[in-house]
C-alpha cells in the first residue's frame, strides 16, 4: 500500500512458472484505493488493464503506459517479460 500519494510507485517485482507459453491468456491488473473511515466501502476500484500475454511472449519484453479502464485519467506503466528456460 503506498499511502497518501497521487502518484504511487510500488515498484513490484513477481515471478511465474509455467508449463507453456501463455499465448491465449491475459493478465488483468487492478488499481484499487483504500477508502477512508468515513466510507460506506473499505476499497474503491480506480480502473483496471488486461494485457493479451502473447504480445510479452512473442516480443519478449514490453514496457508501457496503459490508461485504466474505468478511469477517467488513470494510468499505470506495466513491464513484463518473458524468458524461455
Same mark, same amino acid.
Given at each position: ?9 510500488? +515498484?513490484? *517485482? ?9 499465448? +491465449? *491468456? ?16 473499505? =476499497? ?10 502473447? *504480445? @510479452? @511472449?512473442? +516480443?519478449?519484453?514490453?514496457?508501457? =503506459?496503459?490508461?485504466?479502464? /474505468?478511469? =477517467? +485519467? /488513470?494510468?499505470?506503466? @506495466? ?7
Amino acid at each position: 500500500m503506498i499511502r497518501k500519494t497521487h502518484h504511487p510507485m510500488w +515498484n513490484e *517485482d513477481f515471478q511465474f512458472m509455467l508449463e507453456e507459453p501463455p499465448l +491465449n *491468456d491475459k493478465i488483468h491488473i487492478e488499481v484499487m484505493s483504500k477508502r477512508t473511515r468515513f466510507s460506506f466501502r473499505s =476499497k474503491e476500484s480506480l480502473g483496471f488493464v488486461e494485457i493479451n500475454l502473447s *504480445d @510479452v @511472449v512473442h +516480443n519478449g519484453h514490453i514496457n508501457q =503506459k496503459y490508461h485504466l479502464i /474505468g478511469s =477517467k +485519467n /488513470g494510468m499505470v506503466h @506495466v513491464e513484463l517479460g518473458w524468458k524461455k528456460t
